[in-house]
């Protein structure tokens, strides 16, 4: 076993519950990592940025290259079984639904930030989809994003685990339960 293997990510489309999920697994008291996506639209709508994900795909691409590197490296760090909020990956995933072609500083480092291999994937949930000020995309754009990260985590040697329609609560016990098979 390698220390990555104790590193989960949580994947998905926009609005697939992933962010209430690690929420609630982190309550639960889990070590988790929060989305790093969020926080770089949060700051820079609050500085008047441009690296916004409906405004400039790559400038937003390379924050998140630079915060998921960061985030692996904090999670690794832990020195235990954290649960992340998207990983590495994620990146590739949104360049690629954004019709950009990948730099490979950044398929390098997909290859190089290494997770656990079994990902977990929240799949495109119609009853839980919802937008907000820093979720713009319609539903048929979370449903193809959805395709998309699961295209792109498998081609980056991933097993994807996908999550139930459930209950936060019975999503929860379905990671903790697979947390531990991994003991």
């Given at each position: 076993?390698?220390p990555s293997?104790s590193?989960?990510?949580?994947?998905?489309g926009?609005g697939?519950?992933?962010?209430?999920l690690?929420?609630?697994?982190?309550a639960s008291?889990?070590?988790?990592?929060?989305?790093?996506?969020?926080?770089?639209?949060?700051?820079?709508?609050?500085?008047g940025?441009t690296?916004?994900?409906?405004?400039?795909?790559?400038?937003?691409?390379?924050?998140?290259?630079?915060?998921e590197?960061?985030?692996?490296?904090a999670?690794?760090?832990?020195?235990?079984?954290?649960?992340?909020?998207?990983?590495v990956?994620?990146?590739?995933?949104?360049?690629?639904i954004s019709?950009?072609?990948?730099?490979s500083?950044?398929?390098?480092?997909?290859?190089?930030?290494?997770?656990?291999?079994?990902?977990?994937?929240?799949?495109?949930w119609?009853?839980?989809?919802?937008?907000?000020?820093e979720?713009?995309?319609t539903?048929?754009?979370a449903?193809?994003a959805?395709a998309v990260?699961?295209e792109?985590?498998?081609?980056y040697?991933?097993?994807?685990?996908?999550?139930?329609?459930?209950?936060?609560?019975?999503?929860?016990?379905?990671?903790?339960?697979?947390l531990?098979?991994?003991?």
């Amino acid at each position: 076993m390698t220390p990555s293997d104790s590193l989960h990510v949580v994947t998905g489309g926009p609005g697939s519950g992933k962010t209430t999920l690690i929420d609630a697994l982190a309550a639960s008291g889990v070590a988790t990592s929060p989305e790093v996506g969020r926080a770089i639209i949060r700051e820079e709508m609050a500085s008047g940025g441009t690296a916004l994900p409906w405004r400039d795909h790559r400038a937003f691409a390379e924050k998140m290259l630079v915060r998921e590197v960061a985030a692996h490296r904090a999670a690794l760090a832990m020195a235990t079984t954290v649960v992340l909020d998207r990983g590495v990956p994620d990146v590739i995933a949104f360049l690629r639904i954004s019709g950009l072609a990948v730099p490979s500083p950044i398929d390098r480092a997909a290859r190089t930030c290494r997770y656990n291999p079994r990902v977990f994937i929240a799949p495109w949930w119609d009853a839980i989809f919802t937008t907000d000020a820093e979720r713009k995309q319609t539903a048929d754009e979370a449903r193809a994003a959805f395709a998309v990260m699961a295209e792109t985590y498998r081609d980056y040697g991933y097993h994807l685990v996908e999550l139930p329609r459930a209950s936060v609560a019975a999503r929860v016990a379905f990671v903790r339960d697979r947390l531990s098979d991994l003991r």
